[in-house]
């Protein structure tokens, strides 16, 4: 064989193997391959079939999943799954299932022109479909392929005023608003092109919207020309949501929306007078009025009347223009010097005195028929006389009840065996430390907890919690605190496990009368405000709403109430616990409010105050020394 | 005539008509992180070749993935952190089983979001015939609450939790 034919046998070798090939991969018709323009990026999709006339990809390609990440949208499907379901920005749910044409996005159901179905383990599902209801189009430029994101919706929403135009597309939208005469606005939307009708024509404030693209498929824009009806005005138009486009038309012309001007609460002189003198000693009868606090707050005021020990007492009033109320705590010596002062409105003056010597009686002058609460619990017994003007036919005129009661009588010693072993989860909880309390300072360490700036919770909840335990061992209760400085009580980096079981371990342990956990509130917006308390056994919930009551009273802060919510820390605790929000970083108000350590200073009066009245003033020291 | 029983009730238990009606009712928790409000999802039918319980566990799927999205962006409420999605979920007797991506863990503080974030999850799926608590996996994780967190993870929720 001559050179020439050697060659030729070995180009006809190799196009015998190439026809062979090509021959090979027939059957089983393989994948096309498809670049797509990303914004500025290429993402190949490489799992993409003919399907008719329709494209199909699968839902795993990794190129699917590229695009995904770069407009933000999610993909939840298993293999051997039906549902393929994609989540969008937005955000909407997108559903198609294997072998039903039907596919839904948001609550719009529609029809492919094929029903998705599974090759080789993949999810094939109809492409264009899909780019559409993420609001995209693919778009050839030239050659190459991009991935537009177009204007999906321009909805008319009926409003208070009139109506407000919403326009969403696939990306954030950004916009140019130019006014022209003839009532005639018209708004450049940069980036985007449209999918939607050219034109249409609408009753009320917009009569007109006419939709045109310009520019090129790499960097369209779209114009919106809204026609408006005579006398109507339009807002600036603003993106919320770092995403849709909105703009506001008001029917009534020239009346512009004026802001309301938020306007904190003034705060109120702070009740400086210190608490009174813990009882520390065992009371025999009869029992002792230790204190009589009169706290101003927002046009009420509450007389907070401190009895050491289990008494009775009654109360009276007289009806206008004799507008008296007396209350008599019997059995009763007065520890502290009899009080004849002018009080603030709605009491315009007060008195405390032994009026026997078996009674004290604190007796107000009331400006009116107010509205007046007595409310007694284990500390003494709370007036709270309202601003508002009770009604004279049924309010009650006189009254009386119980002080002390549960929590002092819980100070009974507990067995010991009590100490490590489970607690029968319905049995009463009984302290072997009724004088204990331990304060929770919330997160810290590796674990800031929510933070705005350089405000952070670890840093303001120990604070509040060390202004609280010095209340409290002023008032001769033993506290400990789970932390005392910015450190994780686990360990550095441990599990939230670890850490919070920790918190509770302190508390369990050592047999607390209660925990009380401290945090900062915090959400994605500035809007909510104001202080929560959180429970969750039943044995928290007292705890809770004494805890709330005093935040509500003492505090100029909005009350968001109590909120039953299973928090690991209040759930593992054996002893009543709640988990008090005290205000809300995210809100400027609120986190204004945190940064004063006057308001730390009342918030933990409150604390304390809302401990003792559920709690009762602390029982003697037996043996064991405060902190 | 036993051979015809257990051809009979196999007949029943493969054309078990799932009790899921055409529309599921999915929640959103309010931004004053606790009242619930409801809204309607239209729900695939079941179909030839899908078991009564298959298709309750694709309700739950679906279910779970609408509550984890939220509302539309102009709606405001108590919204998972970006990026959260629905990994996969099922059912096992009354418990509902969802895992959800690691995206949940980027919660930025405050009992608010974290505990209406699942609560409207959980008030979802319990909505669904026989599901009466939701045990929450992360990236198929047993956690005891989020890093930094509050809310208990580690058993299931029910609605009586709240």
């Given at each position: 064989m001559n050179l020439t034919s050697r060659c030729a046998v070995r180009i006809g070798s190799a196009l015998a193997l190439l026809a062979l090939l090509a021959f090979a991969q027939l059957p089983a018709r393989a994948d096309d391959r498809l670049a797509l323009q990303v914004g500025?990026?290429?993402?190949?999709?490489?799992?993409?079939?003919?399907?008719?006339?329709?494209?199909?990809?699968?839902?795993?390609?990794?190129?699917?999943?590229?695009?995904?990440?770069?407009?933000?949208?999610?993909?939840?499907?298993?293999?051997?799954?039906?549902?393929?379901?994609?989540?969008?920005?937005?955000?909407?749910?997108?559903?198609?299932?294997?072998?039903?044409?039907?596919?839904?996005?948001?609550?719009?159901?529609?029809?492919?022109?094929?029903?998705?179905?599974?090759?080789?383990?993949?999810?094939?599902?109809?492409?264009?479909?899909?780019?559409?209801?993420?609001?995209f189009a693919i778009k050839a430029d030239g050659s190459q392929l991009i991935l537009q994101p177009q204007l999906a919706s321009l909805d008319l929403q009926a409003s208070d005023t009139g109506a407000k135009l919403v326009a969403h597309a696939g990306i954030p939208l950004d916009a140019r608003v130019s006014a022209y005469a003839g009532n005639k606005i018209v708004i450049t939307f940069p980036g985007v092109g449209s999918m939607l009708p050219s034109s249409r024509m609408t009753a009320g404030p917009v009569q007109r919207i006419d939709v045109r693209t310009q520019g090129t498929v790499r960097q369209p824009q779209t114009q919106v020309t809204l026609v408006l009806a005579p006398g109507v005005s339009h807002g600036p138009g603003a993106t919320d949501d770092q995403r849709d486009f909105t703009m506001a038309f008001n029917s009534a012309a020239g009346s512009a929306a004026a802001q309301p001007v938020a306007q904190a609460a003034p705060s109120e002189a702070a009740e400086t007078a210190p608490?009174?003198?813990?009882?520390?000693?065992?009371?025999?009868?009869?029992?002792?009025?230790?204190?009589?606090?009169?706290?101003?707050?927002?046009?009420?005021?509450?007389?907070?009347?401190?009895?050491?020990?289990?008494?009775?007492?009654?109360?009276?009033?007289?009806?206008?223009?004799?507008?008296?109320?007396?209350?008599?705590?019997?059995?009763?010596r007065l520890a502290i010097p009899p009080q004849s002062q002018p009080g603030s409105d709605p009491v315009s003056a007060i008195?405390?005195?032994?009026?026997?010597?078996?009674?004290?009686?604190?007796?107000?002058?009331?400006?009116?028929?107010?509205?007046?609460?007595?409310?007694?619990?284990?500390?003494?017994?709370?007036?709270?006389?309202?601003?508002?003007?009770?009604?004279?036919?049924?309010a009650a005129r006189a009254g009386s009840g119980t002080i002390g009661t549960a929590a002092v009588a819980d100070a009974s010693s507990a067995p010991d065996a009590w100490k490590f072993s489970p607690r029968p989860t319905d049995a009463p909880y009984v302290p072997a430390n009724p004088r204990l309390i331990v304060i929770d300072p919330g997160h810290g360490g590796s674990d800031p907890g929510s933070y705005r700036g350089?405000?952070?919770?670890?840093?303001?909840?120990?604070?509040?919690?060390?202004?609280?335990?010095?209340?409290?061992?002023?008032?001769?209760?033993?506290?400990?605190?789970?932390?005392?400085?910015?450190?994780?009580?686990?360990?550095?980096?441990?599990?939230?496990?670890?850490?919070?079981?920790?918190?509770?371990?302190?508390a369990n342990h050592n047999g607390a009368r209660l925990l009380l956990s401290v945090h900062v509130n915090a959400f994605m917006n500035a809007g909510p405000h104001g202080a929560t308390v959180y429970y969750y056994k039943p044995g928290d919930l007292a705890l809770a709403q004494a805890v709330d009551k005093r935040i509500a009273a003492e505090?100029?802060?909005?009350?968001?109430?109590?909120?039953?919510?299973?928090?690991?820390?209040?759930?593992?605790?054996?002893?009543?616990?709640?988990?008090?929000?005290?205000?809300?970083?995210?809100?400027?108000?609120?986190?204004?409010?945190l940064q004063s350590p006057q308001w730390r200073q009342q918030m933990a009066q409150a604390l304390a105050d809302g401990i003792e009245d559920f709690a009762g003033t602390a029982p003697p020291a037996s043996g064991t020394s405060g902190q | 005539m036993l051979a015809v029983a257990a051809g009979v009730s196999w007949y029943f238990a493969s054309h078990q008509r799932s009790p899921i009606g055409a529309n599921i009712t999915?929640?959103?928790?309010?931004?004053?992180?606790?009242?619930?409000?409801?809204?309607?999802?239209?729900?695939?039918?079941?179909?030839?070749?899908?078991?009564?319980?298959?298709?309750?566990?694709?309700?739950?799927?679906?279910?779970?993935?609408?509550?984890?999205?939220?509302p539309p962006s102009s709606v405001s409420a108590v919204r998972f952190p970006p990026g959260t999605h629905v990994l996969r979920a099922n059912v096992n007797d009354s418990t509902?089983?969802?895992?959800?991506?690691?995206?949940?863990k980027n919660q930025t503080g405050g009992v608010l979001s974290e505990s209406g974030a699942?609560?409207?999850?959980?008030?979802?799926?319990?909505?669904?015939?026989?599901?009466?608590?939701?045990?929450?996996?992360?990236?198929?994780?047993?956690?005891?609450?989020?890093?930094?967190?509050?809310?208990?993870?580690?058993?299931?929720?029910?609605?009586s939790d709240w």
């Open positions: 500025g990026k290429t993402v190949v999709l490489t799992h993409v079939r003919a399907q008719g006339a329709a494209r199909a990809v699968a839902a795993d390609d990794a190129g699917v999943q590229a695009l995904l990440a770069a407009i933000g949208a999610t993909l939840t499907w298993q293999p051997g799954e039906r549902y393929v379901l994609f989540t969008t920005a937005e955000p909407v749910v997108i559903s198609f299932a294997i072998g039903d044409p039907r596919y839904d996005v948001g609550p719009v159901k529609q029809t492919a022109p094929f029903a998705p179905f599974l090759l080789n383990g993949h999810p094939y599902i109809p492409l264009d479909e899909l780019v559409h209801a993420l609001d608490p009174p003198p813990a009882a520390t000693l065992p009371a025999p009868a009869p029992v002792q009025v230790t204190g009589v606090q009169t706290q101003p707050q927002n046009g009420s005021v509450l007389i907070r009347i401190a009895v050491s020990g289990n008494t009775t007492y009654e109360w009276h009033r007289l009806r206008p223009p004799d507008n008296r109320l007396w209350l008599d705590v019997h059995n009763a008195r405390v005195h032994q009026e026997n010597p078996d009674t004290v009686r604190v007796a107000l002058s009331l400006s009116g028929f107010d509205t007046v609460d007595v409310t007694p619990n284990a500390a003494g017994v709370l007036i709270n006389v309202g601003a508002t003007v009770a009604d004279q036919t049924t350089d405000v952070v919770e670890k840093t303001l909840t120990l604070d509040i919690s060390k202004r609280l335990r010095d209340i409290l061992v002023a008032r001769g209760w033993q506290v400990i605190m789970t932390r005392d400085d910015d450190r994780d009580v686990y360990a550095p980096n441990d599990s939230a496990h670890d850490e919070l079981q920790a918190r509770d371990d302190i505090l100029s802060l909005k009350n968001d109430g109590i909120v039953k919510d299973k928090l690991y820390v209040v759930h593992h605790a054996s002893m009543p616990a709640a988990l008090v929000e005290t205000a809300f970083i995210s809100n400027p108000d609120d986190r204004a409010l | 999915v929640y959103y928790t309010k931004d004053d992180g606790t009242s619930e409000v409801p809204w309607t999802v239209s729900m695939r039918p079941q179909q030839a070749g899908e078991s009564a319980s298959e298709h309750l566990n694709n309700a739950v799927l679906y279910a779970a993935t609408q509550a984890v999205a939220g509902a089983t969802v895992d959800l991506s690691e995206e949940v699942f609560k409207s999850l959980v008030w979802t799926l319990t909505a669904l015939p026989g599901i009466n608590q939701v045990a929450v996996r992360v990236q198929g994780q047993t956690l005891s609450t989020l890093p930094g967190g509050h809310l208990e993870l580690d058993e299931p929720l029910r609605r």
